[in-house]
Structure formats: structure tokens, C-alpha cells
């Protein structure tokens, strides 16, 4: 059921949304020249896969977590991005190609190897990932990896349809920082 849902969803949000990937593609064409960022990921049963968001910070910027970068990469238009949740758009996609869901654990980069540990452990990483989670909207990121693969199996112990919407509906409201970076 959940799967339908987040077909149904992406494929209506990218339908609908169209105009304002659009214009946030040519904005983002403005301030850094490659307005899409593209990066390897963790998927399903670690299966690699391309993420998709619309890119936040400059294009020479170290391919790290973000609480490793710093806050001087992002652009101006970037932090708007971020703080609008807008930069998380593009990954509509994946989730339309089934790499993601709508609700996950966020998905990780490989050399997050202490993270990838943790949610091992945990099973948490034989789910699809997704766009937001428990984890998301309670600000808590990548940067404490045993507190987010703890936090993610709780998700997933109690991810119902009534979850699923909360989660979601949380994060289009504004609930959860996003990814923080380090100052």
C-alpha cells in the first residue's frame, strides 16, 4: 500500500510541481551554473544508487556528509533551498523508480561506514530510504550515527499509513531542520 502511495504521490508532485522544478532548475542554472546534484547513496539492502536534489552548495565542494561541510559552500540561493525543503524535489524520481520512498531512513553515503554499521544491526537498511522520517522531523541527522539508526528502527517498527501521513505532512509544515551543516 505504502509503494502505491508514494507512486501515486511522486508522480503527481513531479506532474503538478513541473513549473516550479522548472524555475528552480533556471534559478539554479543563475547561481551556480549545474543546478542538479547528483551523489552515490546507500539504497535498499545496499544496493548503490544516484540521489537527485537540486544542488545547495557550490560546485567545488568536497562530496562529504554535510554535517561535514561547511556552511560557507552553500549559496544564498542554496540556503533558501534548504530551508524551504524545495532542494529535495528532484528526488520525487526516485522515489517514482521505486530507489526511495517518501518515508525512510534518509539514505547515506558509502563512507559513512560507522552509520552504515548501526542501521545493519538494526535492519534498517533493508527498506527502501526515503525523503523524510522520523529522524527528519525530531533534527536529528547523520552526525550522531547511533541515535539516527536507533531512531530509524523505531520508524520502521511503527511505520503505518497513519505514520506515513504525519511524517510527511510534518515535514511540508516545516518540522526538522534538514541536514545540518557545520558552521
Known amino acids: 500500500m505504502i509503494r502505491l502511495l508514494d507512486i501515486m504521490f511522486a508522480l503527481t508532485g513531479l506532474i503538478i510541481g513541473f513549473p516550479v522544478l522548472a524555475l528552480l532548475y533556471v534559478l ?27 544542488r545547495t552548495m557550490k560546485v ?31 528526488q520525487l524520481w526516485n522515489v517514482l523508480i521505486g530507489e526511495m520512498s517518501l518515508v525512510g531512513p534518509r539514505p ?3 563512507n559513512q561506514e560507522e552509520l552504515i554499521a548501526e542501521r ?18 525530531n533534527n536529528i541527522d547523520m552526525s550522531t550515527p547511533r541515535l539516527l539508526a536507533e531512531t530509524d528502527a523505531r520508524m520502521l517498527e511503527g511505520l503505518n499509513l497513519k505514520n506515513y501521513f504525519r ?4 515535514t511540508v509544515l516545516g518540522r526538522g531542520a534538514g541536514d545540518r551543516v557545520k558552521d
Open 60 to 90: 567545488e565542494t568536497a562530496s562529504v556528509a554535510s554535517h561535514l561541510a561547511s556552511t560557507t559552500s552553500i549559496t544564498k540561493f542554496g540556503h533558501f533551498l534548504r530551508r524551504t525543503k524545495l532542494d529535495e524535489l528532484p
Open 28 to 54: 539554479g542554472l543563475f547561481d551556480t551554473g549545474s543546478p542538479l546534484f547528483r551523489q552515490e547513496r546507500v539504497g535498499r539492502n545496499k544496493k548503490p544508487f544516484t540521489l537527485v536534489k537540486f
Open 108 to 110: 547515506c553515503l558509502f
Open 120 to 137: 545493519g544491526g538494526r535492519g534498517v537498511l533493508q527498506v527502501r530510504p526515503g525523503i523524510t522520517g522520523l529522524a527528519q522531523i
Open 167 to 170: 511524517y510527511i505532512v510534518q
